[in-house]
């Protein structure tokens, strides 16, 4: 992790740590708070969440390189059509570094929690955040409760993304590969899971972790193809939401532009998400966009001109921001991301007095969706989100 050495309190302890490859040494700056580490600091046991791919399985090497003891646990959150190969992944791994292994099934909380609420937002007319609600509500909690259960002081993943203590706060910070940087699904990450995070990807690309697997003869993982999309739903959303929604729940309906004339019909509105151009169903002989969904009318309103899902605000709802002062009212540049990848715009952020957070934004933003992820953002340092709830002034 890289740190600005002015943003870190004297008090503070570095701990200059060094990751083993096969090719030599690299080094990466791990800082902890002090007050903590005063007391955990001889005690470097920690939990490592293992999916069975790439990234964690280079993370318990790197871990045991650097000295830690380290505990496995694999989450049983989702199985399609019983597929159990990657707890098998997971127990070779840890069986050949020689460190304990736990299985935990948590596939009732998964499906009531996030399966449900993905569902049910799109029969709402929603976006939903499956990756977001689940990192910030469900794994890194669940890692920390049994870190506490099994008194293990730090706990740990693959993700891509690093921490930094500024003032008196912790902050996720961006992972070095920003192909791969995770840092906008973690907004939501209280302090004291943050304290006790140990990320040893973060400044790392995924070339590298790749080349690390292969170096130290775990060929197999090196190998490993990426996950991509939701865990539960990696393919088409709507054959999904097709699956699992009951009969009459989706149904056909009407297609208008702008002015209400009736365009077509659609196969449902779940199918359907603000700034869709493709599969409408409908065709002219110019691009065409989603720009509303209505489900109380079950119908779907399509523009032909990009501008007109433009917006220069939105409201944010369940939000957290680690330092208010930083976020609300600054005048210091602000970025607000909604989408993973390739966009970040200029903003700034009021408290409304119904206690949503207002964004203004400097440039305007199409295709923004109620149900999506804001996270806010200065220079690399993530500063907070929220969930959209309301498009427009």
């Known amino acids: ?127 939903p955040v499956p990756c977001t609600l689940c990192n910030n509500r469900l794994k890194w909690p669940l890692l920390k409760r049994l870190a506490d259960e099994r008194e293990i002081p730090f706990i740990a993943s693959g993700h891509y993304v690093q921490k930094r203590f500024i003032g008196e706060r912790w902050h996720i910070v961006q992972g070095a590969d920003p192909d791969k940087d995770q840092s906008f699904f973690l907004w939501g990450l ?35 193809r990426d996950s991509l999309g939701v865990c539960f739903c990696p393919g088409d959303y ?25 365009m077509g019909t659609h196969e449902g509105y779940p199918f359907y998400t603000i ?13 065409l966009f989603v720009k509303e969904i209505i489900p109380e009318e079950n119908a779907v309103i399509l523009a032909d001109d990009l501008r007109a899902l433009e917006h220069t605000a939105f409201y944010l709802s369940h939000w957290y921001l680690p330092a208010p002062e930083a976020v609300l009212g600054s005048q210091a540049e602000l970025i607000v991301k909604i989408r993973y990848r390739k966009q970040a715009n200029r903003c700034s952020v009021t408290l409304t007095p119904d206690n949503r957070l207002q964004v203004r934004l400097h440039e305007p933003l199409a295709s923004i969706a109620c149900g999506q992820a804001a996270a806010f953002y200065r220079g690399d340092i993530v500063l907070g989100g929220g969930i959209i709830d309301r498009v427009g002034e």
């Not at 005063?38 to 045991?64: C, F, H, N, P, Y």
């Not at 939401?241 to 532009?257: K, N």
Request: one cysteine or more; a positive charge; aromatic letters at 10%.
């Open 238 to 262: 709507r054959t999904y939401l097709r699956g699992h929604t009951q009969a009459g729940a989706i149904v056909p309906g009407p297609i208008f532009d702008e002015r209400r004339n009736y």
């Open 1 to 127: 992790m890289q740190v600005s050495e002015k943003s870190v309190p004297l008090q503070c302890v570095f701990h200059s740590i060094r990751f083993k490859v096969n090719k030599g040494w690299s080094t990466a700056v791990l800082l902890f708070l002090c007050p903590y580490v005063m007391e955990k600091e001889k005690d470097k046991r920690v939990l490592l969440g293992m999916s069975g791919g790439t990234d964690s399985s280079v993370a318990a090497i790197l871990l045991q390189d650097a000295g830690y003891e380290v505990t496995g646990v694999t989450f049983r959150f989702y199985e399609k059509e019983g597929d159990t190969a990657y707890l098998d992944d997971a127990r070779e791994l840890c069986s050949r570094l020689h460190i304990s292994h736990i299985v935990y099934d948590v596939r009732e909380v998964f499906r009531k929690h996030i399966i449900t609420y993905f569902i049910d937002e799109y029969l709402k007319g929603r976006t």
């Open 190 to 224: 209280p302090q004291d899971i943050i304290v006790r995070m140990v990320l040893p990807l973060g400044n790392l690309t995924k070339t590298r972790v790749r080349e690390i697997a292969s170096e130290r003869g775990f060929l197999k993982v090196a190998s490993k």
């Open 275 to 287: 700034g869709q151009r493709r599969g409408l169903g409908v065709y002219r002989n110019k691009a």
